[in-house]
């Protein structure tokens, strides 16, 4: 894989995460329904192939926000569709006309259409979404040539000369003192120990 290619996929899934985290709570706190796992893990595979297309190798605020508003259309519908909405077939086990089960439709309403409320957090869920992934992006981006421009400005102080490494002295190590110096020793040892001749000394 290449570079390019690696970073609009690491793009991609940033953004398909932070839009499912957002669209999820939005969701729930609009008075959505908590979805089944497979219906959060779903839009976030859709929503990852989404922010795949339109995000790009660079990035441009127009089709993140085309892919953050997509994101946010897919979630909706499939979160109402993987709640747990057990209400929708409740008329079909009550009251019957010549053996025919009867459906409520008022029941089923909320699944295709939402109200004001919910488009609304959805709305606002896509707002905080893309301001989230493009000032963060750009913060980033920021934050990395600035460690790269300190880097090159210490590689230079360095190299020339203006700041200087501490050097680490050097333990002395255990003098070993040669063999020959011991063997003249004790020459010189038997040396003092010899006297005159006896004949001299009588």
């Known amino acids: 894989m290449s570079r390019s290619r690696a970073t609009r996929v690491i793009r991609a899934s940033v953004a398909a995460s932070i839009a499912t985290f957002v669209a999820l709570f939005s969701h729930v706190a609009a008075g959505g329904t908590m979805p089944h796992w497979l219906g959060i893990a779903v839009p976030w595979v859709l929503s990852l192939a989404v922010c795949t297309v339109f995000v790009g190798r660079t990035l441009s605020l127009p089709r993140l926000s085309v892919a ?3 994101s946010q259309l897919l979630f ?3 979160f109402v569709l993987g709640a747990d909405s057990g209400a929708a077939t409740d008329g079909a086990a009550t009251g019957h006309v010549h053996g025919v089960p009867t459906l409520d439709l ?3 309403s909320p ?3 939402a109200d004001v409320s919910m488009w609304l957090a959805h709305l606002a869920a896509a707002v905080l ?3 989230a992934l493009y000032r963060g992006e750009r913060l980033v981006i920021r934050l990395g040539v600035l460690a790269r421009e300190l ?3 210490l590689r230079r102080r360095i190299l020339s000369g203006d700041i200087l490494l501490p050097v680490v002295a050097e333990k002395p190590g255990l003098v070993r003192l040669p063999a020959e110096p011991l063997r003249s020793a004790r020459v010189v ?3 003092r120990r010899r006297g005159p001749p006896l004949s001299f000394v009588v």
Request: aromatic residues 4%; proline residues 0%; charged residues 0%.
């Open 68 to 70: 953050v508003v997509l």
């Open 129 to 131: 979404t893309v301001a």
């Open 151 to 153: 880097l090159a400005w």
């Open 111 to 113: 699944v295709v259409i």
């Open 189 to 191: 040892s038997l040396v």
């Open 76 to 78: 909706h519908v499939l």
């Open 106 to 108: 008022s029941a089923a």
